[in-house]
Structures are given as structure tokens and as C-alpha cells.
T-cell receptor
Framework: TQLLEQSPQFLSIQEGENLTVYCNSS?????LQWYRQEPGEGPVLLVT?????EVKKLKRLTFQFGDARKDSSLHITAAQPGDTGLYLC???????????FGAGTRLFVKA | KAGVTQTPRYLIKTRGQQVTLSCSPI?????VSWYQQTPGQGLQFLFE???????NKGNFPGRFSGRQFSNSRSEMNVSTLELGDSALYLC???????????FGPGTRLTVL
């Protein structure tokens, strides 16, 4: 069974701080997605990473896919209250068509 | 391009009733997946449909069922509702040849 483990589960920081969220697995994924979800809404896609070692930047967010395509990280620079939300990583498992989701990291950025 | 739409956004039902939720995928997407999200369990996969055929199924009881129409719109049905079925139900569509799913806003189901 393929699993995606996210850490930390919860993070409460002050505005302006930096943070990193991790998504790890013992399995290889063809790609990984990162989503942000606000309460009562559906997850919104932030990025898809496909190539091992790939780094993508989206303003203050930096996403990295591990060389072996088993892990990924999301780094936020100078966090703002608007970054508050649930961050989910997801990957398409091998041997089937099911997308696997991590349990999520709940981020709260205090003004 | 319009995103994934789900109707209704909110539903209140009582135990024992049944409910049908609807999802319209992004135009051109033929794959539709359904998820249940609760605070305690996170996102749980229900099933995936592709070209009107169920392609994959999660570990949910038979009370949860779905179908997909020729225009790729999908419905899921929950019969004999239980209190534990209260959740946010999310639909996601996916284009061919990609791994990325795009989610709708969800339907919040409350079972009293």
C-alpha cells in the first residue's frame, strides 16, 4: 500500500516567518501535486512536479521533488496570514489509477 | 475554461434518507473521482469513473454508489444515511494523460 506522510501536521507561526512542509513516501510517484484548501472549500491546485530534482517557484512558495521521486517539500518564505490553510500533497500511485493524498498540514499564520 | 462544479453546495438530511450529489467536470475531462473529507479521516477516496465505467473503488460500504453519464457528468448516491456520513464530499476531474486532479467546491452534507 502506497502512503504519503506529511509533516508537520500543524504549524502556527508569526507573519514574516519561513516554513517548510514535507511529504514523504517509500514509493516512487510519477508526479506529485500540492494543494491548498480553505475551510468548506475544495482543494486548489498549487503546483505539479514531475521530474526528479525539479524545483518550482510560485511567488513566495518553492516546491521541490526529490531526486528519487519519493518525496517533496513546500517552502514558504515570509509567510502571510493569507497563507493560512490546509496544505495537501498528492501522488498518483503505481499499478492503478488511484490518487493518494497525504493527511495534510494545517498552517496558521498570525498577523 | 469553467472549473469543476458541484451541486448542491449544502444539504441537510436525516438518518435513513438517501441523497444524490452531482458533479460536472472541466470540459474535455473524462475522469471524475469522488472523495469524502472529514476532520478525523482526511480525504478518503470513494471511486473514480472514466468514460462511464467505474475504474477504481475505495473501501466504502455498498451504500455509496456512483455513476457517470455520456457527457462525463457524474453523480454519487448515498442510501440509508448514517450520522457518520456527515462530511464534505469532493469531486475532482482529470484530463487524459495527466496526473493532476482539479477539485470542485464540494457539497457539505449534514446528517441529523
Amino acid at each position: 500500500t502506497q502512503l504519503l506522510e506529511q509533516s508537520p501536521q500543524f504549524l502556527s507561526i508569526q507573519e514574516g516567518e519561513n516554513l517548510t512542509v514535507y511529504c514523504n513516501s517509500s514509493s516512487v510517484f510519477s508526479s506529485l501535486q500540492w494543494y491548498r484548501q480553505e475551510p468548506g472549500e475544495g482543494p486548489v491546485l498549487l503546483v505539479t512536479v514531475v521530474t526528479g530534482g525539479e524545483v518550482k517557484k510560485l511567488k513566495r512558495l518553492t516546491f521541490q521533488f526529490g531526486d528519487a521521486r519519493k518525496d517533496s517539500s513546500l517552502h514558504i518564505t515570509a509567510a502571510q496570514p493569507g497563507d493560512t490553510g490546509l496544505y495537501l500533497c498528492a501522488g498518483r500511485g503505481t499499478g492503478g489509477f488511484k490518487t493518494i493524498f497525504g493527511a495534510g498540514t494545517r498552517l496558521f499564520v498570525k498577523a | 475554461k469553467a472549473g469543476v462544479t458541484q451541486t448542491p453546495r449544502y444539504l441537510i438530511k436525516t438518518r435513513g434518507q438517501q441523497v444524490t450529489l452531482s458533479c460536472s467536470p472541466i470540459s474535455g475531462h473524462r475522469s471524475v473521482s469522488w472523495y469524502q473529507q472529514t476532520p478525523g479521516q482526511g480525504l478518503q477516496f470513494l471511486f473514480e469513473y472514466f468514460s462511464e465505467t467505474q475504474r477504481n473503488k475505495g473501501n466504502f460500504p455498498g451504500r455509496f454508489s456512483g455513476r457517470q453519464f455520456s457527457n462525463s457528468r457524474s453523480e454519487m448516491n448515498v442510501s440509508t444515511l448514517e450520522l457518520g456520513d456527515s462530511a464534505l464530499y469532493l469531486c475532482a476531474s482529470q484530463g487524459e494523460g495527466t496526473d493532476t486532479q482539479y477539485f470542485g467546491p464540494g457539497t457539505r452534507l449534514t446528517v441529523l
